[in-house]
């Protein structure tokens, strides 16, 4: 299998506090893979820098075998890189479908310039309809956002982040703060993910994540202490020091 996510040798500091220190990450067509590390270890910064919302000092970063390195998150964004977003910054009094449709719209504002208004309204409404049900919130579309409960918040995350037809897709915690009955209805949602979308997790709740993922990479302090398959990070006794148990 070919890597469609390739990092290398990647740097980040804040100030005098190095973040990310020389990371190396391939990930390969329609894998699971899963990031792992202790509160600080620089997992969301990683993320911030693959997602281009923060410039490396050093490495690179290719996606599909072309070097993004250099370019802005929305470039990166068309090139087939998604992420999810807190819902948060969407609009709270607004509906669902009204919600969905900005988003479409904010992602490719292109694609609808050729339709005139009408046209384009109808077909952006048709599209986030397709959105919500995707994620069995068809019913929900005109409730206001602020009406809705957490989980199905979160629903709509990463349903938003589908509706861009990624090939590489970054979920940061899907299941953070969800209820048992809501873990396993995002849970069911990200393995009914075609595998042609590859996905990168970061991920606290082990049991879970484990069950999900192909392969892991441990992260601490910055660096990468040790990556493979599933079963090579859980048996490598330095995950279990780190880590496991914690
Ligand atoms: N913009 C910033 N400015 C300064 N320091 C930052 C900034 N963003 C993150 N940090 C620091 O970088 C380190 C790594 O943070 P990061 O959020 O990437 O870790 P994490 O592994 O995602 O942690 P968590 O599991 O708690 O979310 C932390 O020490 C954090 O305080």
């Known amino acids: 299998m070919s890597a469609v996510l390739e990092v290398s040798g990647l740097t980040k500091a804040f100030g005098g506090l190095k973040v990310t220190r020389g990371v190396d990450l391939s990930v390969a067509r329609g894998e699971r893979h899963l990031l792992i590390g202790p509160n600080g270890a620089g997992k969301t910064t990683l993320f911030n820098l693959i997602a281009g919302?923060?410039?490396?000092?050093?490495?690179?970063?290719?996606?599909?075998?072309?070097?993004?390195?250099?370019?802005?998150?929305?470039?990166?964004?068309?090139?087939?890189?998604?992420?999810?977003?807190?819902?948060?910054?969407?609009?709270?009094?607004?509906?669902?479908?009204?919600?969905?449709?900005?988003?479409?719209?904010?992602?490719?504002?292109?694609?609808?310039?050729h339709f005139g208004v009408f046209t384009a309204e109808k077909a952006l409404k048709r599209r986030a309809q397709e959105v919500l049900a995707s994620v069995g919130l068809e019913r929900k579309g005109e409730l206001p956002l602020e009406q809705t409960s957490y989980g199905e918040k979160r629903r709509l995350e990463i349903a938003m982040a589908l509706a861009q037809a990624p090939d590489v897709l970054l979920l940061d915690e899907p299941l953070a703060?969800?209820?048992?009955?809501e873990r396993d209805t995002i849970l069911g949602l990200l393995q009914s993910i075609p595998r042609s979308v590859t996905i990168v997790m970061i991920e606290h709740d082990m049991e879970v994540a484990l069950a999900f993922a192909d392969s892991v990479t441990l992260l601490h302090y910055g660096e990468v202490i040790t990556a493979g398959t599933r079963q090579q990070v859980v048996d490598d006794p330095r995950t279990k020091e780190i880590y496991l148990g914690h």
């Open 177 to 181: 703060g969800l209820s048992s009955e």
């Open 53 to 113: 919302d923060l410039r490396a000092d050093a490495g690179s970063i290719s996606l599909l075998g072309q070097n993004v390195t250099g370019l802005t998150t929305h470039q990166r964004a068309q090139q087939g890189l998604a992420r999810t977003y807190q819902i948060l910054t969407l609009f709270n009094r607004d509906t669902l479908l009204h919600n969905v449709m900005l988003a479409l719209l904010a992602k490719s504002r292109l694609r609808w310039k």
